[in-house]
């Protein structure tokens, strides 16, 4: 019996090939990530504004999450102001980021959902997100 080499293709290790894999659809559909990549690319093409209010809403939930590790982890390392009174690097350098990305899904979010927030949407998050 003659024995068949599969050739196997590798997996995309860096960001750039990823996209590029994506972009080509040379995507092997038998891994979990796989999978879900081909969920959110038929759903942007099938439902685009369901599909984005879903990935909004994700991406929103693990921003929180990350944040509050972060928030954590500047607690448990000591203070979040220093003596100087400077910001722990953690929450100067890292929560800040995670907060902006959160206001700008919910912005979009807002818009998607048809809801108004006067003329400025930004509006109703500025308490929230007050310093950001």
Not at 86 to 103: C, R
Not at 111 to 123: Q, Y
Request: aromatic share 4%; proline share 3%; glycine share 6%.
């Amino acid at each position: 019996m003659k024995r068949i080499k599969a050739k196997i293709r590798q997996k995309p290790t860096d960001g750039d090939a990823m996209a590029q894999t994506i972009k080509t659809d040379a995507i092997d559909g038998r891994t979990k990530q796989a999978r879900h990549i081909k969920r959110i690319k038929d759903g942007l093409t099938d439902a685009p504004i369901n599909t984005a209010k879903a990935l909004l809403k994700a991406l929103v939930a693990q921003n929180t999450v990350i944040s509050q590790e972060i928030y954590n982890a500047a607690l448990n390392s000591g203070s979040l102001i220093d003596a100087k009174g400077k910001l722990n690097p953690l929450i100067e350098k890292s929560l800040v980021k995670y907060q902006n990305a959160s206001k700008s899904a919910l912005i979009e979010l807002l818009k998607l959902e048809g809801g108004k927030a006067e003329d400025n949407p930004e509006d109703i998050f500025s308490d929230v997100f007050d310093g950001c």
